[in-house]
């Protein structure tokens, strides 16, 4: 079993719709999760950091972790064309540990106009 | 501000064959990396660098592949020799704390080795 699973889609969805990404891990000491956007032939960039269970939300973004269903998820409402990329969840035990982030395989979005 | 520059975009080169990827980071920033993306394993941190000196080369799978920051403008990323399983998108990313949501990608170098 994969440390930090995630369905790699590829996902589609009308403008509009609401989306749902979700990733599972493995190991419990995972404490700080992390959800990054990546555009076609660009590198990551980070778009919602959490630390421990609850829900934290940024404009039409939410990210919410459920540490005892070792379960993490990202909801974009109101989809828009711009929102189409791949999205990479992450996390790891330490705010510090660069080493020991492990990212997700990544969920590719599609959002028709 | 530029953001982090990686040359060059696309390298296409042969298998035994010296392979040099380049970065400057945003200035100001402390910290250096070294990821590898593929399909297979996902993104993976190389390499990190704090004020130039190698913190953590856990990463770096062979001997082949060796990096270095001669100043805290530049770092490269080399692989020699070459190997085509080495083929894959590599970033260099920057932060200015020691932070894991503090990291500003570069746009990547594609590297593909026939």
């Known amino acids: 079993q994969k440390e930090v699973e995630q369905d790699p889609g590829p996902l589609s969805v009308p403008e509009g719709a609401i989306v749902s990404l979700n990733c599972t891990y493995s190991n419990s000491a995972f404490q700080y999760f992390m959800w990054y956007r990546q555009y076609s032939r660009k590198g990551p960039e980070l778009l919602m950091y959490t630390y421990s269970s609850g829900n934290k939300e940024d404009g039409r973004f939410t990210a919410q972790v459920d540490k005892s269903s070792k379960y993490i998820s990202l909801f974009i409402r109101d989809s828009q064309p711009s929102d189409s990329a791949t999205y990479l969840c992450a996390m790891s035990a330490m705010k510090t540990s660069y080493d020991k982030v492990i990212f997700g395989p990544g969920t590719s979005l599609s959002v028709i106009p | 501000d530029a953001g982090v520059i990686q040359s060059p975009r696309h390298e296409v080169t042969e298998m035994g064959q010296e392979v040099t990827l380049r970065c400057k980071p945003i200035?100001?920033?402390?910290?250096l990396f070294w990821y590898r993306q593929t399909m297979m394993r996902g993104l993976e941190l190389l390499i990190y660098?704090?004020?130039?000196?190698?913190?953590?080369d856990s990463g770096m799978p062979e001997d082949r592949f060796s990096a270095k920051m001669p100043n805290a403008s530049f770092s490269t990323l080399k692989i020699q020799p070459s190997e085509p399983r080495d083929s894959a998108v590599y970033f260099c990313?920057?932060?200015?704390?020691?932070?894991?949501?503090?990291?500003?990608f570069g746009p990547g170098t594609r590297l593909t080795v026939l």
């Open positions: 990313a920057s932060s200015f704390l020691h932070s894991t949501d503090t990291q500003y």
């Open positions: 660098f704090n004020n130039n000196v190698p913190i953590d």
């Open positions: 200035s100001g920033h402390d910290y």
